[in-house]
């Protein structure tokens, strides 16, 4: 399996994985890639490293089309991207097509966190029947610094903010990331700054927070000396569990049970390295395992752990391998290709 990496650095990464084994480590030009987005095996990047500071990269599906989430201005780009930056060895030249502003703020002012919108991530929303039809796609991003749930839409090439339809979460949660249980019409947040992870429901056209889980001190003896900060949610491939990173202080990845009516039960807890960002679940080849693997930021590394959600409990199990990266180059972002290896450096 092919893999990418962004970093907060000088460069960004790919390299093999196979077998509880990385090999063929490749390093490229770019200054803070942090995000990678893959679109028919290749990757496409922009650098963080600029006044609007995106940190997510979301392809539009059946267009050549990104959607860039801009953490640093709380904006949104509209991109075309002229060149990739694997096939050019070089970094990308994105053609900026529209810029839609957000504003707002929150009560967290500390460090210029809620001074302003913060846009954090955008993901295209998957539940049909919830917002009004449209001829064309509806879109969903983490406003950071507001305490929103924005919602987009995107029609004829523009985008489009629905203020109307936006979702509250509480003041000072700071949303990050989402992901979504289709299923169960249900979209779950992962808060940075309040360290909850939040249950929204579109059951019956019907939009609000049915759970609210304190994640900071799951899995964990005793008090903090500081504040942890959330950071990434993964559901597995079968839908029955949900993992979340924990930075800073106490970190690791922890466990939930996606119960039968879609709500959170929190299963257990596993240590880690340095700031863990970005997750990725992986089946091995053969089927007969499957690994968990996430960007050790602070500590400059990948690490794998194994999986046990085929025995029914979810439990993250030993570290099975591990990547160092130099420690100019911090990992954040943790990406797999949709092509092989040898398909990559072929067409390369």
Known sequence: MKLFIGTYGKHWYSVD?????????????????????????????????????????????GTDLFISSNFGDGSVDLIRFMKDC???????????????????????????????SRIHQVLEFPLKGIFPDTDGAYFIATDFGADRIRVIKLVDGRLEHCSNLDLKAPAGSGPRHLVFNVKEKLMYCLCELSNELLVFSFRDSVTGIVQRIDTSGLGIDGTF????????????????????????????ILVFKIKDNGLLEFSSFKASGKHPRMIHISLHANLEGEDIMFAACKDSGIQVFSLCSSQGSGYIGKQTAGLTLPEEDSPVWVQPAEISAEQFRAHS
Do not use: M
Not at 29 to 47: A, L, M, N
Not at 102 to 108: E, H, K, M, N, S
């Open 86 to 116: 694997s096939l050019e060895r070089k970094e990308p030249e994105p053609h900026f097509l529209q810029k839609l502003q957000f504003t707002g703020d929150g009560p967290v002012k500390e460090r210029g966190r809620q001074i302003h």
């Open 225 to 252: 000396t500081e504040g942890p900060a959330a950071g990434d949610l993964k559901i597995h491939p079968d839908g029955r569990w949900l993992y979340a990173t924990r930075r800073l202080v106490n970190a690791g």
């Open 17 to 61: 994985y196979s077998n509880n084994e990385f090999s063929n480590l490749e390093r490229f030009e770019g200054q803070d890639h942090s995000c990678i987005c893959v679109r028919d095996g290749i990757p496409y990047s922009i650098s963080e490293n600029t006044e609007a500071g995106p940190c997510y990269l979301t392809p539009v599906k």
